[in-house]
């Protein structure tokens, strides 16, 4: 991946556009902190910004979502205990393959994987609807190494999707951790803050070496998003795993919504013109 001429700002921000953009990384802290899917603000919001160039905005986006999801990490850790002995190796794992996927990121064009995305979440959507009992109490599916096994390969796989593309992976991983490990949602979305935190770190690690990042509009971002992220995971964990799959359910839906339109316009509307 060549360097960009990144900087602390970009020359076409505007006062109005930051105060939208800070507006956007408080609401996507406190929709990561819950459920995940904080992307589907933030980083079309940087998207906004003139002259930001499509890498440059995943890039100022990891810097700034690096900071909610380690926030969201520790007050869940602090109030839901999650078991570190899956989340760690899953994290570590998420973390290589997230920065195997950054770097690649600039060669492969959205669009080849936004049709997947969208059904993948209609599934995921259409199955948590239709089994209302799916993450209300933790039923581990597997044990021993099956267990962690398949856990490392949720995290090397849903990694190498944040680190290339990134948006709704947060809700990507509650919702494998809920259907093939057997998680509640509130222990599922505490683990998916560990192993998301490490999903930024290495996508950033990539990005900031070719110069990518807008430190300044990254760093005002994530203090924004570290307020939303607080908030955030402090209403999860007192509202629980009821309220977190409804959160889910809801942001599945926009997320369907948002990545739809866009295969539409890029992938579809092209066919009827």
Avoid: C
Avoid at 28 to 57: K, N, T, Y
């Amino acid at each position: 991946m060549d360097a960009l001429p990144a900087g602390l700002l970009p020359d076409g921000l505007t006062t109005t556009t930051l105060l939208l953009l800070l507006l956007a990384a408080f609401a996507a802290g406190w929709i990561d902190a819950v459920v995940g899917g904080g992307g589907l603000l933030q980083l079309p919001a940087l998207l906004l910004v003139p002259g930001l160039s499509p890498v440059q905005a995943l890039a100022t986006n990891k810097l700034s979502s690096v900071f909610g999801t380690t926030t969201s990490a520790v007050t869940y850790a602090r109030r839901v205990h999650p078991d570190l002995r899956t989340a760690l190796p899953m994290a570590a794992t998420a973390l290589v393959a997230s920065a195997a996927g950054a770097s690649v990121a600039a060669l492969l064009p959205a669009s080849v994987f936004k049709p997947v995305i969208v059904v993948a979440l209609v599934g995921i959507g259409a199955f948590t609807l239709l089994r209302p009992s799916l993450g209300e109490t933790t039923a581990l599916r597997h044990t021993g190494r099956r267990h962690h096994g398949i856990a490392v390969g949720i995290g090397a796989a849903i990694g190498f999707y944040d680190g290339i593309l990134g948006p709704g992976t947060g809700s990507f991983l509650v919702f494998a951790m809920v259907s093939l490990l057997g998680y509640d949602f509130l222990n599922a979305s505490a683990k998916a803050k560990i192993v998301n935190v490490a999903t930024n770190v290495g996508a950033l690690v990539v990005f900031a070496s070719t110069g990518a990042v807008f430190w300044g509009l990254g760093l005002v971002m994530g203090a924004a998003n570290v307020l939303g992220g607080y908030l955030g995971s402090r209403t999860a964990t007192a509202r629980g795993s009821r309220f977190i799959r409804i959160a889910f359910l809801v942001v599945v839906s926009a997320l369907i919504v948002r990545v739809g339109a866009d295969v539409w316009t890029e992938n579809l509307r092209p066919l009827f013109d």
